[in-house]
Nanobody
Framework: QVQLVESGGGLVQPGGSLSLSCAAS????????MGWYRRAPGKQRELVAT???????NYADSVQGRFTISRDNAKNTVFLQMNSLKPEDTAVYYC???????????????WGQGTQVTVSS
């Protein structure tokens, strides 16, 4: 089995910063892309940022220039540094990883349990 455990999040004032991290553990042969998604109240889940094992990144337009995604391949961990936070960033943030459990398995997506980020004064 594969588990993704997120940490970080919480309450922050507009303009503030927060950091999220997500560690993958279990039977893991390799991980390709890792990323962060979010779901705001009453909205569908949307992509925030992704990063490949080689370090190529992709960001949603709404967070470009404010958020930074990074990863530690040796620790199967992905990070999200969020700066200049806005009330519209309030959402549950989910970690995602594209995991190959054994060399003969296809890659499959796994999700974390989600962590709440609230931006409010």
């Amino acid at each position: 089995q594969v588990q993704l455990v997120e940490s970080g999040g919480g309450l922050v004032q507009p303009g503030g910063s927060l950091s999220l991290s997500c560690a993958a553990s279990g039977n893991i042969f390799s991980i390709n892309a890792m990323g962060w998604y979010r779901r705001a109240p009453g909205k569908q889940r949307e992509l925030v940022a992704t990063i490949t094992s080689g370090g190529s990144t992709n960001y949603a337009d709404s967070v470009q220039g404010r958020f930074t995604i990074s990863r530690d391949n040796a620790k199967n961990t992905v990070f999200l540094q969020m700066n200049s936070l806005k009330p519209e960033d309030t959402a549950v943030y989910y970690c995602n990883a594209d995991v190959q459990r054994y060399w003969y398995n296809p890659r499959m997506p796994y999700w974390g349990q989600g962590t709440q980020v609230t931006v409010s004064s």
